[in-house]
C-alpha cells in the first residue's frame, strides 16, 4: 500500500513541486507537501557525521513549529546537529513498516520547549528539499 497525496506519493509530489522558479509558488506546494508527509510518514532515520549509528525520530507536525522531531537534551546526536544543515534522511511509515523514502532535509530550527509539554527536549525543525533519484 502505498500512502500519498490524492493519487501521487509524496516523493512525487517532491519531485514536481521542485523547481527554480518561485513565481510558480513552490512555498505553498511545499507546505502541503510537509503536512502530507507528517500524515504519511511515522518517523525518520538518519546519520550524522561525528557520532556512530543510525537516529530514528518520530515525525511531529506542531502548531509552533511546524513538521518537525523531538530530540532529548542529552542526546549524543545533538551538538551535531546544526540549523541550516542538509541531510538525507529516510522516511519511514508506520504501515507496511518496510515502506522507506528517501529525501534529502534541511534542518530549518532547533529550539527547546522548556515551558511547554515537550520539556528536556530540543524541537528540531524539518523541510523536505528533494527526492533521491
Not at 21 to 35: F, H, I, K, T
Not at 36 to 52: E, I, L, N, P
Request: proline share 5%.
Amino acid at each position: 500500500m502505498v500512502v500519498g497525496i490524492g493519487a501521487m506519493t509524496v516523493k512525487q509530489a517532491v519531485l514536481e513541486t521542485t523547481t527554480e522558479d518561485p513565481a510558480e509558488g513552490p512555498l505553498v506546494a511545499m507546505s502541503n507537501l510537509r503536512e502530507a508527509a507528517a500524515d504519511t510518514y511515522d518517523s525518520v532515520q538518519f546519520a550524522v557525521r561525528g557520532t556512530s549509528g543510525i537516529y530514528q525520530f518520530k515525525i511531529r507536525c506542531l502548531p509552533e513549529t511546524g513538521f518537525c522531531i523531538l530530540v532529548r537534551e542529552d542526546s549524543n546526536v545533538l551538538p551535531n546537529l546544526k540549523e541550516g544543515a542538509v541531510l538525507d534522511m529516510a522516511y519511514c511509515q508506520a504501515w507496511p513498516a518496510i515502506a522507506i523514502d528517501e529525501f534529502k532535509t534541511r534542518i530549518t530550527s532547533i529550539g527547546s520547549d522548556d515551558k511547554g509539554r515537550f520539556k528536556g527536549h530540543q524541537v528540531v525543525g524539518l523541510s523536505i528539499l528533494s527526492a533521491h533519484p
